[in-house]
């Protein structure tokens, strides 16, 4: 079982900058795969950025160059760099952690005032 603790999340004002902060338990941390979804109320949940185990990064085509994956294996963190912020980025965001199985944060809620 992994869990997953976020933080960072707040509210900001549009064009303003957050940054997300994901914390795993184990001592494989460097085998995940590792990402962020977020959640808009009453829709499914999307991506919105992945990094590999080797580092590889995958983003939505709505963050790509404002967004940034990052990961740091000798601390179990993944981190979502957030700038250039829109109203439209205001959602609950989850992060996750897949090795065989898939599991999930308890979510933080960013919200961006226009």
Excluded: H
């Excluded at 976020?6 to 994901?22: D, H, M, Y």
Aim: one cysteine or more; charged letters at 15%; proline letters at 2%.
């Amino acid at each position: 079982q992994v869990q997953l603790v976020e933080s960072g999340g707040g509210l900001v004002q549009a064009g303003g900058s957050l940054r997300l902060s994901c914390v795993a338990s184990g001592n494989i941390f460097s085998r995940y795969a590792m990402g962020w979804y977020r959640q808009y109320p009453g829709k499914q949940r999307e991506l919105v950025a992945a990094i590999t185990s080797s580092g590889s990064t995958t983003y939505a085509d709505s963050v790509k160059g404002r967004f940034a994956i990052t990961r740091d294996n000798a601390k179990n963190t993944v981190f979502l760099q957030m700038n250039s912020l829109k109203p439209e980025d205001t959602a609950v965001y989850y992060c996750y952690a897949r090795y065989a199985l898939s599991y999930w944060g308890q979510g933080t809620q960013v919200t961006v005032s226009s």
